[in-house]
């Protein structure tokens, strides 16, 4: 589960990073989002297109999990990642390397050795 510090829950907020936004997509998986200060606030959106809810949880978790494992390096920012119809039949593994390489493409991600300097402040 994503610390609560970095996810974003406000209706308002996703609101506003789909409205602001920039977005990319890497298979049934989409990241829109806004650059900011502070920390990075990840939110998951998956709709209804994707399956009934069970199948729609099951893929939210496996987003927030792959997120969670990334959310240190995630420069600031407000992201929501969405699913799109299709995401319920992939594995965990092709999900976070599809997030892996959405962060990489928009530049959202720290180096290693940035990432341990920006947190140790």
């Not at 406000?10 to 609101?15: E, L, V, Y």
């Not at 298979?27 to 650059?35: D, N, P, S």
């Not at 496996?62 to 319920?88: D, T």
């Amino acid at each position: 589960m994503l610390n609560k510090r970095y996810r974003l829950t406000k209706r308002g907020s996703f609101n506003y990073v789909y409205k602001k936004g920039s977005s990319q997509s890497c298979g049934a998986i989409r990241l829109t989002y806004v650059r900011g200060k502070g920390l990075a606030k990840i939110g998951v959106s998956v709709p209804n297109t994707v399956g009934k809810a069970v199948v729609r949880n099951k893929v939210r978790r496996r987003i927030r999990a792959a997120a969670r494992l990334l959310v240190k390096r995630v420069k600031p920012a407000q992201i929501v990642i969405s699913a799109r119809k299709g995401a319920e039949a992939l594995t965990y593994a092709q999900i976070e390397s599809f997030i892996t390489e959405l962060f990489e493409k928009v530049g959202l991600l720290y180096e290693k050795k940035e990432a341990d300097a920006a947190f140790r402040n």
